[in-house]
């Protein structure tokens, strides 16, 4: 008995692994609001930067698009550096909010990102690995032995800083980290990586993770359909779930929305599964008001906790709060 109850909960677990999805894609707000206030923006040279991290978070923010459409306008540094010099002001990497109002107003930037960089540090540790060989040629012994290995940890850390002109305060300071682990063995072709080479990588990535923040962006994710009936199905309506499902899968949505609001009619209404799939169509198409009600009419006909459905209602909610954040942003 207990091999058989094992058996039917393994074919469970691989089943429900093997469901049928849908992919969303989901507008998030960014991180920073009130960078959408100050799209005009200048990138300072940062203090100490040899890895060239403010070259990298310009070159970031001047080429985001957003549904094809540039999300920042960028003033040159070089305007910035000639008011520096003609001011008489210290550049010390991370401008003061003061200095940052009068500089801002001249060369006509809403919003001054300034910053200072670590020196990219190095940090070594040694090592030995097992490995295994034969010790003849018909491999009827093995022999065992030990090589040297050395494992790399490299770090960079940068000081950001971004300054509204209009208001003379701080939007945004934080200090971003990045760190990357490396391996070598005296019997391998890898190559460590060198000072140089580790700074710039890391560069890319807080460059990466500083435009996140301050840009808004769509999120990918999955969405589980159902595909068994929650009521006793006549064999034409088996028939409509099945072929629904498979028109999905196909990218077909219209078709699949014709089987499935003919499946609600069959059924008296009485199935949540139809109305589910037909919210996951919804949601996919960006449509979120009619994947609510969709996602409302499953609820009500649920008797038993149905996880997909408890995580569709709180879900909606979440993407419509987000979406309405995000276009706020886009259209300042």
């Excluded at 001047?62 to 459409?69: M, T, V």
């Excluded at 920042?72 to 010099?85: E, P």
């Excluded at 923040?213 to 028939?239: A, G, Q, S």
């Amino acid at each position: 008995m207990k091999k058989t109850l094992w058996g039917v909960a393994l074919l469970a677990i691989f089943f429900s692994g093997c469901a049928q999805k849908v992919g969303i894609s989901a507008l998030e707000p960014a991180e920073v609001d009130r960078i959408s206030q100050t799209k005009k923006v200048t990138v300072t040279y940062f203090e100490n930067d040899r890895v060239g991290l403010s070259d990298k978070v310009e070159a970031k923010l001047a080429g985001f698009r957003l549904d094809r459409k540039k999300y920042f306008t960028i003033v040159s540094r070089k305007d910035f550096n000639d008011i520096i010099r003609e001011q008489k002001l210290q550049n010390s990497g991370l401008v003061n909010p003061k200095d940052a109002v009068k500089i801002g107003n001249i060369i006509g930037a809403q919003a001054i990102i300034s910053g200072r960089v670590s020196t990219p540090t190095l940090q070594d540790s040694r090592f030995y690995e097992k490995r295994v060989k034969c010790a003849d040629l018909k491999c009827k012994e093995l022999v065992y032995y030990n090589v040297r290995c050395t494992k790399r940890v490299s770090s960079l850390s940068a000081d950001m800083r971004i300054i509204d002109v209009t208001k003379g305060d701080i939007i945004y300071a934080d200090t971003l980290t990045r760190s990357m682990t490396n391996k070598h063995c005296s019997d391998d072709s890898r190559v460590l990586p060198s000072r140089e080479m580790s700074g710039q990588s890391l560069a890319n990535e807080i460059a990466n993770s500083f435009t996140y923040k301050l840009t808004p962006h769509y999120k990918r994710f999955n969405v589980v359909l159902l595909e068994e009936p929650d009521i006793e199905y006549t064999d034409r309506e088996e028939k409509l779930l099945e072929v629904s499902l498979e028109y999905i899968e196909q990218g077909r949505m219209d078709k699949a929305e014709q089987l499935l609001t003919q499946l609600i009619d069959s059924t008296n209404q009485k199935s949540y599964v139809p109305f589910y799939n037909l919210g996951v169509i919804k949601e996919a198409q960006g449509n979120y008001k009619e994947a609510k009600e969709y996602y409302g009419y499953a609820d009500n006909l649920m008797i038993e906790p149905v996880q997909e459905i408890n995580k569709a209602i709180v879900r909606i909610d979440t993407l419509i709060e987000k979406r309405k954040r995000g276009m706020e942003q886009i259209n300042r």
